[in-house]
Nanobody
C-alpha cells in the first residue's frame, strides 16, 4: 500500500525559506515520478514541481527560480526547497507519486507566509 508522509510546513515571513520533505513507502520509488502540488483556500490544486526517475524537473510558472525539487532514492524521499516565499505561496502542499496508471497523494502540509 502506497503511503506518502509530508513534513516541514509551517509559518514563515515573506522572503523566508522552508524545506518540505515527503517520505514514500510501498512504492517503486526510484522508477517513478514524484511531485508537489498545492491548494490555497477557494482555489484549484496546482502543480508546483515534479521530478522524474531520471532527475529531470518541471516547475509551475509561479515558483520558477524560487523553488527547487530534489529526490533521494536511497531514502525514498522527495524534497521541496522553497526560497523567497511570498504570501501568495500560502497553501496546503501535497506530495504525489505517479505511476503509469495511478497517482497517489499525501495528506498535505500547511505552509503559511505572512507579509
Amino acid at each position: 500500500q502506497v503511503q506518502l508522509v509530508e513534513s516541514g510546513g509551517g509559518l514563515v515571513q515573506a522572503g523566508g525559506s522552508l524545506r518540505l520533505s515527503c517520505v514514500a513507502s510501498g512504492t517503486r520509488f526510484s522508477i517513478n515520478t514524484m511531485g508537489w502540488s498545492r491548494q490555497a483556500p477557494g482555489k484549484q490544486r496546482e502543480l508546483v514541481a515534479g521530478i522524474s526517475s531520471d532527475g529531470s524537473t518541471t516547475y509551475g510558472d509561479s515558483v520558477k527560480g524560487r523553488f527547487t525539487i530534489a529526490r533521494d532514492n536511497a531514502k525514498n524521499t522527495v524534497y521541496l526547497q522553497m526560497n523567497s516565499l511570498k504570501p501568495e505561496d500560502t497553501a496546503v502542499y501535497y506530495c504525489n507519486y505517479r505511476t503509469s496508471s495511478n497517482i497517489y497523494w499525501g495528506q498535505g502540509t500547511q505552509v503559511t507566509v505572512s507579509s
